[in-house]
């Protein structure tokens, strides 16, 4: 673990942990306030996100952005990162080794920003995070505290865009969680 940005960051810039910097353009780091109040965490960087070395960046971050401005949120107050930092291939859900090798450097950036409360977008970041055996259907809008931080899971914005129940379950689970920002 590394206790300040610079050291951690030039740890990963030629990342070879698993066969994801075989296909990647970027790694898509984190981006966002280094000492938010709250952080998001994804699942992967998608095409865009590759393309771009930011995450949230594609179709699901602009809806993501949408809610958040809905709610007086700015991206800037926040820092969003994901499971893994090199995009999967075809956009399919990381996996485990890949998971495993990148966790230490979300672990990292968790150390250093200290959140009060993590938003946990999807499945993929629900489990990684909490509890392998947890699930994203039944736990989605539900507070969990583990370790001194507040954890909200909640639908992937990816979910969100053929699905209006699915929006209006995210809006509201994003508005709990403006409750503790302001
Ligand atoms: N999906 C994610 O999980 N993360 C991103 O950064 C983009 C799409």
Request: with cysteine; charged share 30%; glycine share 8%.
């Amino acid at each position: 673990m590394y206790n300040n940005w610079e050291d951690l960051e030039k740890s990963i810039v030629d990342c070879k942990k698993c066969k994801l910097c075989k296909t990647r353009r970027n790694i898509v780091f984190g981006s966002g306030n280094k000492q938010a109040k709250v952080m998001f965490i994804g699942e992967g960087p998608g095409a865009d996100e590759d393309m771009q070395g930011i995450p949230f960046v594609g179709k699901g971050g602009k809806l993501m952005n949408m809610a958040l401005e809905g709610l007086g949120i700015k991206r800037e107050e926040l820092y969003i990162a994901n499971i893994v930092k090199c995009r999967p291939p075809n956009n399919r859900v990381p996996e485990k080794d890949e998971a495993s090798a990148c966790l230490n450097y979300l672990r990292n950036q968790v150390m250093l920003i200290k959140p009060e409360i993590i938003v946990l977008l999807g499945n993929t970041a629900l489990k990684n995070i909490l509890d392998e055996e947890y699930k994203i259907t039944a736990l989605r809008g539900k507070w969990i505290e583990k370790n001194g931080i507040k954890y909200m899971p909640t639908w992937h914005p990816a979910a969100l865009l053929r699905d209006e129940v699915k929006k209006i379950e995210f809006w509201n689970d994003l508005k709990e969680v403006k409750k503790y920002i302001k």
